[in-house]
């Protein structure tokens, strides 16, 4: 194992988590945007907005990701639409994502316990304050555990995207393999790198749960 | 693309199987008298839930051949799902044998019986059951994870449907036709799993 060789190019994989930190972090604000359409869409109560998000939700979740990736670049040229391979990407992953996201926010806001709401509203709260200043807050609080783990597996599935030539870490350690012809030695030190990444993110989550849920443990 | 699907099942369940193994043997590691023990499955957990599935898969399937086996991908796709979903089996049997009623245990102590006896003929039959809900969802994911072996070119159906599409150029038909393949045998997981959780539940656990 040529370690000198491993440093040199260091760089370019560099470069790559940079890449993959970017997309996963787009990946995430994103990926929660639309699952809060969904759970709006879903507690609307009506059936033409109901059925369509329950559709979409189950065909997602029995579909490996790899799949739909193939499907958002290799299909959707066919209607017409054209979509670089990042762009490809990033909505794949926010396509998988959302739904898993929309379950675990529903989750949340129906674990609030109704008396917050009448509470609120016998204050004379209107409904949008009630959601913003007294449901949301709590809200979050729950969401954090469950979220961190389909955060973390977005940053790993970040990594399939190599597949459709984005430009991020998997991708470039294929590039550095081309040029050092040592694969295992490469995607082993990839593999601590992106462990490194993960944990830290891991970790710094779990600070964010408690710092949110102080209100709970003062 | 039939014999894809068949190659995706043969995966698929000897990926689960090795994962069983690995991750029940991975609990017991870590629930033993051995510091050592402990350390091993916890560095192993994090290992496999901190890296991409891709990139261990990389690591195994180039690494295989430095240990003298060569040309085996099927066997290095195997191994890399295994090893990675055994990591959450460990998990899910953990949180299952940590939720057995510690009255069963003191009981089984009570009665005279060894480490090993309790945990054969009292625990691990309730954890099981208790984990089967979690155990099943685990085996769906190994399913959805089964497509990146055509990474390294093993003939499973999404590959399969890759080589058919670059011969005939219809990428819809197929792509949605391999798509549909998966939703439906997750769909089949799915019923399965509510049959069994209902067949145990007269346990009444």
Request: proline share 4%; net charge positive.
């Amino acid at each position: 194992m040529d370690w000198q060789l491993m440093f040199d190019n260091l760089p370019l994989l560099l470069e790559g988590l940079e890449r993959t930190i970017a997309i996963s972090i787009a990946g995430v604000v994103l990926g929660a945007a639309v699952a809060a359409i969904l759970v709006a869409l879903q507690r609307s109560g009506r059936r033409w907005l109901i059925v369509p998000v329950r559709v979409y939700t189950e065909v997602v979740l029995g579909m490996p990701n790899l799949v739909l990736l193939y499907i958002v670049f290799y299909v959707l040229p066919g209607v017409g639409l054209l979509i670089e391979p990042l762009a490809a990407g990033l909505i794949t992953l926010i396509l998988y994502y959302s739904p898993y996201f929309a379950e675990v926010m529903r989750g949340a806001l129906a674990a609030i316990p109704a008396g917050q709401i009448e509470a609120g509203r016998a204050v004379g709260m209107s409904r949008p304050a009630v959601m913003w200043r007294i449901i949301l807050p709590q809200a979050f609080g729950l969401m954090l555990p469950p979220m961190t783990n389909l955060i973390i597996g977005l940053i790993k599935d970040s990594s399939i995207l190599s597949v459709i030539s984005v430009v991020e870490l998997a991708f470039q350690t294929k590039q550095v393999i081309a040029r050092t012809y040592a694969p295992f030695e490469v995607y082993l030190l990839v593999a601590i790198i992106y462990w490194v990444l993960i944990s830290t993110v891991a970790v710094g989550l779990r600070r964010a749960e408690r710092w949110v849920t102080l209100y709970r443990r003062a | 693309m039939l014999d894809g699907a068949v190659v995706t099942v043969e995966l698929t369940v000897c990926a689960a199987l090795l994962s069983l193994i690995i991750g029940t043997l991975s609990v017991a590691l870590q629930l033993s008298r051995f510091r050592a023990g402990y350390w091993l499955s916890r560095s192993y957990v994090s290992a496999m839930r901190g890296t991409p599935l891709l990139v261990q898969l990389f690591v195994v399937f180039f690494g295989l051949p430095l240990l003298g086996i060569k040309g085996q991908s099927f066997l290095a796709a195997t191994l890399a799902i295994g090893f990675n979903s055994g990591a959450f089996v460990t998990e899910i049997l953990r949180a299952a044998i940590l939720n057995v009623p510690a009255g069963q245990l003191e009981a089984a102590q009570a009665i005279g019986m060894s480490r090993a006896q309790t945990s054969r003929r009292v625990i691990m039959p309730q954890a099981l059951v208790l984990s089967l809900p979690a155990l099943t969802t685990e085996f769906t994911l190994v399913l959805k994870a089964t497509p990146l072996a055509s990474v390294v070119a093993v003939t499973e159906l999404t590959y399969t449907g890759t080589l058919i599409i670059a011969r005939t150029f219809h990428p819809t038909e197929i792509l949605l036709t391999v798509a549909a393949g998966y939703v439906v045998v997750a769909l089949a997981f799915t019923q399965l799993s509510r049959w069994l959780e209902q067949r145990f539940a007269i346990l009444h656990l």
